[in-house]
């Protein structure tokens, strides 16, 4: 059974810093990318942040660009998403996504993704 571990989130005043870790477990196929998404209450999910995984190619929504940072941990199947500066508008449900087993072709696009995480909360206060 494959799982995706998020953490990190938490609640920071307008201009701080966090940093959302998601590690792959129970996984015998590299995961041919990863992603970072998030959702409030009443709108659609979107993409925030996706990297190939072994190219470390990286892609971000330009509400994020400058922002925010997606990287990978090569020794394992592990994503990590920093995030500077973080602005009210941030606040949201962060989740964790993988594609596994088929190509990744929009690193952005959640339809892509076939393994979600939990979730972690991250909030903003101005």
């Known amino acids: 059974q494959v799982q995706l571990v998020e953490s990190g989130g938490g609640s920071v005043q307008a201009g701080g810093s966090l940093r959302l870790s998601c590690e792959v477990f129970?996984?015998?196929?590299?995961?041919?990318?990863m992603g970072w998404f998030r959702q409030v209450p009443g709108k659609e999910r979107e993409g925030v942040a996706g990297?190939?995984?072994?190219?470390?190619?990286?892609h971000y929504a330009d509400s994020v660009k400058g922002r925010f940072t997606i990287s990978q941990d090569n020794a394992k199947y592990a994503v990590y998403l920093e995030m500077n500066s973080l602005k009210p508008e941030d606040t949201a449900m962060y989740y964790c996504?993988?594609?596994?087993?088929?190509?990744?072709?929009?690193?952005?696009?959640?339809?892509?993704?076939?393994?979600w995480g939990q979730g972690t909360q991250v909030t903003v206060s101005s």
């Open positions: 996504a993988a594609v596994m087993g088929r190509l990744c072709n929009e690193p952005l696009v959640q339809s892509n993704y076939n393994r």
């Open positions: 990297i190939y995984i072994g190219s470390g190619s990286t």
């Open positions: 129970g996984n015998t196929y590299r995961p041919n990318c």
